[in-house]
Structures are given as structure tokens and as C-alpha cells.
């Protein structure tokens, strides 16, 4: 019995931390095309799959010009935790991003060998962040 209200305790625990305002909210490459709704100074990450051995990577071309949200620090990469013991493994790169000021904005990340922008990139996903006052 006391397992039980050990498992029970943790779960509400999760819960209520699932809730907790400031939370970062994420898109993956199923929610293409979909529009984040924000407020300034709110944060919310995308994380895509990647090879990083492969050469590619995820870019965002022309995001320098953004004005409605702003990349928050590198891309980190994580493993796939089934594919970790094997060299070169697939994971996914999760991108951070910022809202600055109210807007609308799409933004296109491009995966692709980040040294050869004369090439089709190989995948693409893109939102629309919608940043309200």
C-alpha cells in the first residue's frame, strides 16, 4: 500500500509541475505549420530530429532579421536514448526562442548542411509566432 501512495504522490508531483506558469511549451516536427500564441518575454522551444554526423543541421536563414522572437542561446543536441551507445547516433536539436514584441511572424528553420545554402535544404519546418501585448 505504501508503494501505491509513493506512486500516487510522484504522479500528482509531475502534474502539478506540468502546470506551473513560465513553463516552456514545445513543438515538434508533427506540429508544422502551426502558430504559437505568446506574450512578450515568453519563451517556447522546437525540437526537430537530427544526424549530426550527417553534416546537416537546422538553420534559420535570415533569423538575424527577426523582430518578433529571438533564438535563446545555441541549439542544444540531444540523443536518441536508444540509438546512444552507437557513434553518430540520431537525436534532436532543440531551438529556444524568445518572444520580444507583439506581432506575427512565420519563421522557416531549414535542415541542411549550414556551409551549402545553394542547395535545396533536405527537410523544412516552419511556425508562426504570434507575440500578443
Not at 60 to 68: L, Q, T
Request: proline share 8%; aromatic share 10%.
Amino acid at each position: 500500500m505504501i508503494g501505491w501512495l509513493r506512486v500516487a504522490t510522484a504522479a500528482a508531483l509531475l502534474l502539478a509541475g506540468a502546470c506551473v506558469p513560465g513553463d516552456t511549451s514545445s513543438l515538434t516536427e508533427r506540429d508544422d505549420g502551426k502558430t504559437v500564441t505568446m506574450h512578450p518575454g515568453e519563451e517556447f522551444q522546437a525540437v526537430l530530429g537530427t544526424t549530426p554526423k550527417s553534416g546537416f543541421s537546422w538553420v534559420w536563414p535570415g533569423g538575424e532579421k527577426s523582430s518578433v522572437v529571438e533564438p535563446v542561446g545555441k541549439p542544444a543536441f540531444d540523443r536518441d536514448i536508444d540509438e546512444a551507445i552507437r557513434t553518430g547516433a540520431a537525436g534532436n536539436e532543440t531551438w529556444r526562442f524568445r518572444a520580444v514584441k507583439p506581432g506575427r511572424e512565420t519563421v522557416r528553420l531549414e535542415y541542411r548542411r549550414p556551409w551549402d545554402d545553394k542547395t535545396p535544404p533536405e527537410r523544412t519546418f516552419t511556425f508562426t509566432a504570434e507575440v500578443q501585448p
